[in-house]
């Protein structure tokens, strides 16, 4: 398993950030992201921050799960991989800018009124 500096880098490589486009994410100086990208010993609350920074969380992962996770991670990448056709929303897009307050008079069981219109 790589090291967790390495997985910084890839991270925010895979999100095509620069390295000089850290500090402004996360609120630290450029000299000090870099330090830290190349050698450094986070401190926790500053690793917290680049996480956060780079779309991720910090977490602990018991050893004896570590497999199952790591299963888990490389299913989710190779799902990534396919392009996913997005909803096509067009048609009610078309309707709301046609009727705007569409929906919004309706009852929850479809009635369009209290007198039973």
Do not use: C, F
């Not at 398993?1 to 620069?18: D, E, F, T």
């Not at 690793?47 to 989710?76: Q, R, T, W, Y």
Request: proline share 5%; hydrophobic share 30%; glycine share 6%.
């Amino acid at each position: 398993m790589m090291n967790l500096l390495q997985q910084i880098k890839n991270r925010r490589l895979a999100l095509k950030l620069k390295q000089n486009e850290m500090p402004m994410r996360i609120g630290i100086s450029r000299q000090q992201y870099q330090r830290l990208e190349a050698k450094g010993n986070p401190r926790l609350d500053t690793l917290e921050l680049i996480a956060k920074g780079l779309n991720s969380d910090v977490m602990l992962i018991p050893k004896e799960k570590l497999n199952a996770v790591l299963a888990v991670l490389e299913s989710d990448v190779n799902n990534t991989s396919l392009p996913h056709k997005q909803p096509d929303h067009s048609d009610e897009q078309k309707q709301l800018s046609d009727d705007p307050w569409k929906g919004l008079l309706e009852d929850k069981d479809g009635d369009e009124d209290d007198n039973g219109n």
